[in-house]
Nanobody, 122 residues
């Protein structure tokens, strides 16, 4: 399984970024795709997830109304549109695959991708 995340960068507070995660290596049709984030010294924190097959998406309270997760099944790619970014959104963002969907923990994840750094300056 390969999960290739991209799109991170340095932005100012209030700006937007879109992260992408290209998935390959297995049939993901029954899986959920997740975004987590991590700051130094802390556990990875759930951000959002969605099933490849559709249905509801789930978001951490801290990003509701600002972040949107979406997928392009034809491209096997999941996106995280991040609007109105805040300095507290600064973290390494990881895409991940899980069987379950919802507000997950690190232990719920089956596969992790490499991270992409998002830095939001005030």
């Amino acid at each position: 399984v390969q999960l290739q995340a991209s799109g991170g960068g340095l932005v100012q507070a209030g700006d937007s970024l879109r992260l992408s995660c290209a998935a390959s290596g297995r049939d993901f049709s029954t899986a959920a795709m997740n975004w987590f984030r991590q700051v130094p010294g802390k556990e990875r924190e759930f951000v959002a997830d969605i099933r490849w097959s559709g249905g509801s998406a789930y978001y951490a309270d801290s990003v509701k109304g600002r972040f949107t997760i979406s997928r392009d099944n034809a491209k096997n790619t999941v996106y995280l549109q991040m609007n109105n970014l805040k300095p507290e959104d600064t973290a390494v963002y990881y895409c991940a695959v899980s069987r379950r969907i919802g507000i997950l923990r690190e232990r719920d994840v089956e596969y992790w991708g490499q991270g992409t750094l998002v830095t939001v300056s005030s």
